[in-house]
């Protein structure tokens, strides 16, 4: 399916507001994104869709598939991590995911208004936790496709044998 800013955008409200807003104030670098690099940007939408479309699930089963999407798109982001910031983050949210995977099961063994209870809590935290994982990918999608579209120049070493002669005449009116 073949997508368009509005789509995506309807893609990031359904995601959630923070999700939502980070899409529209990177609106014009995914405009970009999807006209240079329709991969990247398939990709990108592909994720969204993986994460949105768990949402709904309710159920101690659905809970669960729904902490291994998120994990494994926290494992992507870890991967990706273009600093040790993203990387401490993204682990950060696969140990709070297994922590809650962990508990799923044990809501069965409990009464049903601390069931619930239990169950809301697990469901507003991987709201969050969905919330700041689609942002993050949002955002190192962009800044990834940034990177590669606007190259910076290689910047040679001082005695690097490799540079090329422009550099060799400026090194020799410097002296």
Known sequence: ???????????????????YAVARQVGPQVQRLMNENPEAFALLTRRF?????????????????????L?????????????????????????????LERAIPVLDAMSRKQRLTEKRHIERRLDAISSEILSASLIDTIE???????????IHAPGDADRDDSDAETSKDAS
């Open 1 to 19: 399916m073949k997508f368009n800013l509005i789509g995506f955008l309807k893609l990031a409200a359904k995601a959630g507001p923070v999700v």
């Open 144 to 154: 990834d496709a940034e990177i590669i579209s606007n190259p910076q120049p290689f």
């Open 49 to 69: 869709k993986q994460v949105t479309g768990t949402q709904g699930e309710k159920t101690p089963k659905g809970l669960t598939h729904r902490t291994t999407v």
């Open 71 to 99: 994990r494994e798109q926290a494992t992507y982001l870890y991967a990706s991590a273009n600093n040790s910031e993203a990387a401490k983050k993204a682990i950060a949210w696969r140990h709070e995911l297994e922590s």
